[in-house]
């Protein structure tokens, strides 16, 4: 069964991956946190994020799921919805790669584990892009017909993406040279992911469901 929804969901997975590797506020939190306080501050505000990220998932498969069977005629709206977003992500992506400016402005966060914990969940959940995010993503992996099976290893491996990517922040911006690399390459890692988003916008626009 999850075998003939397994392209959609490595595609919708793959869009998740790049969208939490895009620097963001979440991002920016996580190293921030890393530079300033260390690798257990930001592994706690990590966990946050996870939580955060295994409720958007639950809440939007439910939902949108609800939806589709309640207004056909919603499925246009939802692709367009969720393709324009990929493709605002594809040109800021872009934008940032022809900048030579590549600092990003990070703010440490400090606080018990649990503090950073509660701060980690508060801006997954507060993100106002992460329902589009979740809109585009939900919809080309499992459109409005998934089986329960699918939809929960969906957001099974989707939770689990978020916390390795969040944790290998928390773990990799501890070191300044991790950052000096990073800076170093980041033109091009800009501009490979714009291509991903273009491409994804281009998938949910031309997409049957």
């Known amino acids: 069964m999850i075998f003939d929804w397994f392209p959609n969901l490595v595609l919708a997975w793959s869009i998740h991956a790049v969208a939490l590797m895009t620097p963001g506020p979440n991002v920016l939190a996580v190293v921030g946190t890393a530079m300033g306080s260390g690798r257990r501050p930001a592994l706690a505000m990590s966990l946050g994020m996870a939580t955060g990220t295994a409720l958007w998932s639950t809440m939007t498969v439910v ?3 609800a939806l589709i069977a309640a207004y056909a005629g919603a499925v246009i709206a939802i692709k367009i919805y969720g393709a324009l977003y990929l493709a605002s992500l594809a040109i800021r992506s872009f934008r940032s790669a022809a900048t030579a400016k590549g600092d990003p402005s990070t703010r440490a966060l400090a606080g ?13 959940m507060s993100n106002p892009k992460a329902a589009l995010s979740w809109i585009a993503t939900v919809t080309i992996g499992l459109g409005g017909s998934a089986p329960v099976p699918v939809a929960l290893c969906f957001i099974a491996v989707a939770v689990a993406i978020s916390a390795v990517i969040h944790a290998a922040y928390s773990l990799t911006f501890s070191t300044r040279p991790a950052v000096a690399l990073y800076l170093a390459a980041r033109r091009w890692i800009e501009g490979l992911l714009g291509v991903l988003f273009a491409f994804a916008a281009f998938k949910l626009a031309t997409s049957r469901i």
């Not at 509660?118 to 997954?124: E, K, N, S």
């Open 63 to 65: 939902g949108l799921g």
């Open 112 to 124: 018990s584990p649990g503090t950073l914990y509660r701060r980690g969940l508060i801006l997954q």
